[in-house]
Nanobody
Framework: QVHLVESGGGLVQPGGSLRLSCAAS????????IGWFRQAPGKEREGVSC?????????YYADSVKGRFTIYRDSDKSTLYLQMNSLKPEDTGLYFC????????????????WGQGTQVTVSS
């Protein structure tokens, strides 16, 4: 049974860094496209970044995070990561990981298995 658990969020000052983790169980992390999404009150859900199955070696980043965030997986630990640098107040939100559509060239599209989320707050 697929299970995803997010962790690593917190309160940081602008310019700071966080690394989010998504621990996966019940499937092989290499065989699925998977990504990070975020929500804030009153705003639409945003696909932040997603990564293709390992055999395809494709990543997608929203324009708002390009050059600041990096998505990667550690298959041995069955964990997906999002390294977040140079954080801005507009990065604040509840971050989820989820399986996505296999084709990631145009963006991240949720397929199934949302995690519980981890809160990121960027404020002085």
């Amino acid at each position: 049974q697929v299970h995803l658990v997010e962790s690593g969020g917190g309160l940081v000052q602008p310019g700071g860094s966080l690394r989010l983790s998504c621990a996966a169980s019940g499937f092989s992390l290499d065989d699925y496209a998977i990504g990070w999404f975020r929500q804030a009150p009153g705003k639409e859900r945003e696909g932040v970044s997603c990564i293709s199955p390992s055999s395809d070696d494709i990543t997608y980043y929203a324009d708002s995070v390009k050059g600041r965030f990096t998505i990667y997986r550690d298959s041995d630990k069955s964990t997906l990561y999002l390294q977040m640098n140079s954080l801005k107040p507009e990065d604040t939100g509840l971050y989820f990981c989820a399986l996505t559509a296999t084709l990631v060239s145009y963006g991240c599209y949720v397929k199934d298995y949302w995690g519980q989320g981890t809160q990121v707050t960027v404020s002085s």
